[in-house]
């Protein structure tokens, strides 16, 4: 059962322990945590899960696909370490990850 490290807009840190092969935004929404939207429930076409992935996490995630890309394109704070939390399968090899809710207010 890998371990999901969130921060919220707010700062506040929450430890989850998310089922294998379900994807951070799930992990995230099921555990409660606020400041993520997902409006769209995970189909890679609203950008309202945006997080920001931790600098020493980044080699853990595959690189991201094109409509991912083109999503984030739109997003008004992205970084090059933004990422879409409904595209970041959890496994065990990504056990400690850890993401930030960006704050789009």
């Known amino acids: 059962m890998p ?3 969130v921060t919220s807009p707010q700062g506040d840190v929450h430890e989850i322990n998310a089922d294998a ?5 799930v992990a995230i929404r099921d555990a409660g945590v606020d400041g993520l939207l997902a409006l769209c429930g995970g189909l890679c076409s609203c950008a309202t899960c945006h997080v ?4 020493e996490c980044a080699g853990m995630l595959d690189d991201m696909s094109d409509d991912e890309n083109e999503l984030l ?5 992205r970084t090059a370490l933004s990422r879409l939390s ?7 090899a990504r056990d400690g990850l850890r993401l930030s809710i960006a704050d789009e207010n």
């Open 3 to 5: 371990q999901l490290i």
């Open 21 to 25: 092969n379900t994807t951070a935004m």
């Open 52 to 55: 920001y992935v931790a600098p």
């Open 73 to 77: 394109d739109g997003v008004a704070r």
């Open 86 to 92: 409904c595209q970041i399968l959890l496994t065990e």
